[in-house]
T-cell receptor, first 112, second 112 residues
Framework: NAGVTQTPKFQVLKTGQSMTLQCAQD?????MSWYRQDPGMGLRLIHY???????DQGEVPNGYNVSRSTTEDFPLRLLSAAPSQTSVYFC???????????FGPGTRLTVL | GNSVTQMEGPVTLSEEAFLTINCTYT??????LFWYVQYPGEGLQLLLK?????DKGSNKGFEATYRKETTSFHLEKGSVQVSDSAVYFC???????????FGKGTHLIIQP
């Protein structure tokens, strides 16, 4: 199993640009989530999904959209990037909630 | 809402020293408790977990005990190694919130 994979590893955007961060898992996990990691803040939940077709907001959802059309994929979309979205983004999954979550390697995003 | 408080670093120790990283939490009900470790440039890895009161999680010489009466989950290791240098995150799952709630992380530096 590849586990949780994320692409790209690094990305630089200009303010106002849009992009999609990809996340996939091959463990047939129902629950998937996105976190952002900022210095001195720990990780904070952006959006999560308890299964295909179901998504919900976490602690810091503003500026981000998600969809879950398949069990495997959970992309995170930035519609109009802002410097405040400069962060490291982690995708995670687990078999069902609440259980231990497995994390991807992260995407480091810089918005200029 | 849920919250996690852990000692912030950096914490600098000599090799073979005893390690304690304190973690306390606030949550409703009975959350599951976790310690995650993040090595430089990598994602988060689960170090250990405990799902009910008085459970002890252990892995790689690290231990933590779920103390419901003090709402704590302190991480300990009897003899640290240089390879233990990393950032350690205490986290809780459940207890009335969606997703993991993280502490801000403790940067541990082990000197030879």
């Amino acid at each position: 199993n590849a586990g949780v994979t994320q692409t790209p590893k690094f990305q630089v955007l200009k303010t106002g640009q849009s992009m999609t961060l990809q996340c996939a898992q091959d463990m047939n996990h129902e629950y998937m989530s996105w976190y952002r990691q900022d210095p001195g803040m720990g990780l904070r939940l952006i959006h999560y999904s308890v299964g295909a077709g179901i998504t919900d907001q976490g602690e810091v959802p503003n500026g981000y959209n998600v969809s879950r059309s398949t069990t495997e994929d959970f992309p995170l979309r930035l519609l109009s990037a802002a410097p405040s979205q400069t962060s490291v983004y982690f995708c995670a999954s687990c078999r069902d909630y609440p259980n231990e979550q497995f994390f991807g390697p992260g995407t480091r995003l810089t918005v200029l | 809402g849920n919250s996690v408080t852990q000692m912030e670093g950096p914490v600098t120790l000599s090799e073979e020293a005893f390690l304690t990283i304190n973690c306390t939490y606030t949550a409703t009900g009975y959350p599951s408790l976790f310690w995650y470790v993040q090595y430089p440039g990598e994602g988060l890895q689960l170090l250990l977990k405990a799902t009910k009161a008085d459970d002890k999680g252990s892995n790689k010489g690290f231990e933590a005990t779920y103390r419901k009466e003090t709402t704590s989950f302190h991480l300990e290791k009897g003899s640290v190694q240089v390879s233990d240098s990393a950032v350690y995150f205490c986290a809780i799952l459940g207890g009335g919130a969606d997703g993991l709630t993280f502490g801000k992380g403790t940067h541990l530096i082990i000197q030879p």
